[in-house]
């Protein structure tokens, strides 16, 4: 779409107001609106400013004039707006230089995708995420000197079986038994179709919906793949999809790894392959899983800098009450096919050359998509240029292993602060190609500190009351 097709969209749909988004380095939405007044061809050139030192990660305060530059091809009309909206992604931009801003996560991702085209690897990588989600309904939370609590609810949570709900209809889902129960154990099969609706209604394409395993509500929606950038700009499209459907039926959705205590988590598994000039490179057949040397080398560049990746793709301190050891968590650094229980899988529902892709299993839907996908890309393209192999693939349980067996078995990270450490230690990879600069992965690594794992660690957890007041 051209800016002159954007003005015409405005004009045909009777657009009253223009609401521009971009994320800040964590990944969240940020947004200004402007009347349709002020919407012109000249802001897609000259952009418009925003004080970038309000936002998380990115300008000083002596340098905060900042601007975004609205992409004329993500426009959409907001589905939930009552006044007329039209919604455009934005990069942003340094008016002093007039370059594009690297903090920009969104700048990141483009910047990825013409490296992998300098490499000469392929031209086109694809990315399919699969995030998972709780549905609840109620959830409240606080914190401070002497206090701290949490509590969510959900009229689906096995935790309420014996509650008076007048009447209490049951069909609650067990724990760790919400895969795929038909209605009425599954209240939310009508929301999630609106859910998907919505979605395709402004231009991402769905291919399935259904219950998760958890009780309390936990779903999954999965889009059709697509490239880098936009795939990464789907999955803020997808979660500002399904918050805000939640919240027109009086419920809440979360993507918080873990929001309930004894019950799976929510993960975002990630399907990635690399196509050059219409060939899949991942495609080798008669090898194991039919992949290629090319794919071989990739899931070992994957697996040597999964640590590292996962400080970007599972990026919170919650992501590692998922991601526990000994647990059934995708946290072995192998890889295998078929096999859910390695942290990179090969799915063979197909034997054709379109459908071969690799599963990274161990990211989660906290992440930002724009960083954490190209840090994956990085990694893969990395063991391809060093040919670097990966453990040989494990066809076996990983979860049954003996101590004896798993000895030898990498995992991922035990914490963020892991996580954090292993990215200090492990980054020059990131740097090829100028895709990510030292001064972002400095940021990232001391917002992350500061903002999280030291404010976590300061202060005493409710649990531990239980387990030491009487000491």
Request: proline residues 7%; charged residues 25%; aromatic residues 10%.
């Amino acid at each position: 779409m051209t800016p002159k097709e954007v003005l015409e969209l405005a004009r045909e749909k009777g657009v009253r107001m223009v609401d521009l988004r971009f994320s800040d380095l964590p990944g969240t939405w940020q947004h200004f609106s402007i009347s349709t007044a002020e919407l012109n061809e000249g802001i897609f050139q000259d952009g418009l400013g925003f004080d970038g030192s309000s936002i998380r990660g990115f300008q000083k305060i002596q340098e905060s004039d900042m601007l975004l530059i609205p992409d004329p091809d993500s426009a959409f009309i907001d589905p939930f707006a009552a006044v007329t909206t039209l919604v455009m992604i934005c990069n942003v931009k340094d008016p002093v230089t007039e370059e594009s801003y690297s903090r920009d996560p969104r700048h990141i991702a483009r910047k990825a995708e013409a490296h992998l085209r300098s490499t000469g690897v392929g031209d086109t990588i694809y990315f399919g995420p699969e995030p998972e989600f709780f549905v609840l309904d109620d959830v409240r939370y606080d914190s401070g000197p002497g206090f701290a609590y949490y509590y969510v609810d959900s009229v689906e949570a096995a935790w309420n079986t014996g509650r008076e709900e007048n009447p209490n209809l049951g069909h609650k889902p067990r724990y760790k038994e919400g895969y795929f129960p038909c209605p009425p154990v599954d209240t939310l099969q009508d929301m999630r179709s609106e859910m998907v609706l919505a979605l395709e209604e402004i231009g991402v394409r769905v291919e399935v919906h259904h219950h998760e395993v958890a009780t309390a509500g936990q779903n999954e929606i999965d889009m059709r793949f697509d490239t880098l950038t936009k795939m990464a700009d789907k999955l803020q499209l997808y979660k500002y999809i399904v918050k805000n459907v939640a919240r027109k039926h009086g419920k809440t959705a979360t993507f918080m790894p873990k929001p309930v205590f004894s019950d799976n988590g929510s993960g975002m598994h990630v399907h990635q392959s690399i196509w050059k000039d219409g060939r899949n490179v991942f495609y080798g057949p008669g090898g194991y899983a039919d992949i290629s040397d090319t794919c071989r080398h990739y899931i070992g560049g994957l697996l040597k800098h999964a640590p590292a990746v996962l400080a970007f793709a599972a990026p919170t301190a919650n992501s590692y009450r998922r991601l526990v050891p000994g647990f059934e968590a995708p946290v072995n650094l192998v890889f295998s096919q078929r096999n859910r229980s390695a942290c990179v899988r090969i799915p063979l529902y197909s034997k054709s050359e379109g459908a071969k892709r690799i599963e990274f299993r161990a990211p989660d839907p906290t992440c930002n998509g724009y960083m954490a996908f190209a840090a994956m890309m990085m990694a893969g393209l990395d063991g391809i240029k060093n040919g670097t192999e990966p453990p040989p693939p494990l066809d076996k349980d990983i979860y049954d292993l003996s101590a004896d067996e798993k000895a030898g078995i990498a995992s991922t990270p035990g914490s963020l602060e892991e996580a954090l450490a292993a990215l200090e230690a492990d980054h020059e990879f990131l740097f090829d190609g100028g895709v990510f600069t030292p001064d972002v992965v400095e940021t990232f690594i001391d917002y992350k500190r500061e903002n999280e794992v030291d404010v976590l660690r300061l202060r005493p957890h409710p649990h531990e009351f239980s387990m030491y007041y009487d000491a």
